[in-house]
């Protein structure tokens, strides 16, 4: 039996990067006006932490979309598998060729050659974990994933290519 009610512990378990990022920073605040020589410096320094921490805890608050979707997900070691219960897949990170949304659903659709796109719900059980496994993703511009997870457009957007480079070049003689 817990003692905190369901809710607001989804919420707190939520919100946890934002709320350890708060508490460093206070820490660090009390560090730095109250602290004399070197712990006033790392005071500062714990705020200056605390502020990269709570920027990144936002975005992961802004990515994650709750559970209860359809399917599992599943990320290790640069393997994205959707366990769905009428598709599924899995997905190298390496070979992933293209990353869109779609709104219909909306679900992640994650293209790779020589395979049917992968499409794994937003709201799936697990799928918070994809926010590491794309933040990995070269050139993947984080705020406009996130802005387009907030308000998706009518059709289905591309939010990331790779830029395929050949491998052998013609030769002329």
Same mark, same amino acid.
């Given at each position: 039996?817990?003692?905190?009610?369901?809710?607001?512990?989804?919420?707190?378990? $939520?919100?946890?990067?934002?709320?350890?990022?708060?508490?460093?920073?206070?820490?660090?605040?009390?560090?730095?006006?109250?602290?004399?020589?070197?712990?006033?410096?790392?005071?500062?320094?714990?705020?200056?932490?605390?502020?990269?921490?709570?920027?990144?805890? *936002?975005?992961?608050?802004?990515? $994650?979309?709750?559970?209860?979707?359809?399917?599992?997900? *599943?990320?290790?070691?640069?393997?994205?598998?959707?366990?769905?219960?009428?598709?599924?897949?899995?997905?190298?990170?390496?070979?992933? /060729?293209?990353?869109? @949304?779609?709104?219909?659903?909306?679900?992640?659709?994650?293209?790779?050659?020589?395979?049917?796109?992968?499409?794994?719900?937003?709201?799936?059980?697990?799928?918070?974990? @994809?926010?590491?496994?794309?933040?990995? @993703?070269?050139?993947?511009?984080?705020?406009?994933?996130?802005?387009?997870?907030?308000?998706?457009?009518?059709?289905?957007?591309?939010?990331?290519?790779?830029?395929?480079?050949? /491998?052998?070049?013609? $030769?002329?003689?």
């Amino acid at each position: 039996m817990s003692l905190v009610r369901p809710g607001a512990s989804h919420t707190l378990r $939520r919100w946890r990067e934002v709320l350890v990022a708060l508490g460093l920073a206070a820490l660090g605040l009390w560090w730095a006006l109250t602290g004399f020589g070197l712990l006033a410096w790392i005071g500062w320094a714990m705020i200056v932490a605390a502020a990269a921490l709570g920027l990144a805890g *936002v975005q992961r608050v802004r990515f $994650r979309r709750g559970a209860g979707g359809p399917g599992v997900v *599943v990320v290790d070691e640069g393997l994205i598998a959707y366990l769905g219960p009428v598709t599924g897949g899995a997905v190298a990170l390496s070979e992933i /060729t293209a990353l869109a @949304l779609d709104p219909d659903g909306p679900h992640w659709v994650l293209r790779q050659p020589g395979q049917p796109a992968l499409r794994i719900p937003l709201d799936a059980e697990g799928a918070e974990a @994809l926010f590491d496994a794309f933040a990995a @993703l070269p050139g993947l511009r984080t705020e406009h994933m996130l802005a387009r997870m907030r308000r998706p457009g009518p059709v289905s957007e591309i939010l990331w290519q790779r830029h395929m480079h050949p /491998t052998s070049y013609p $030769r002329l003689h």
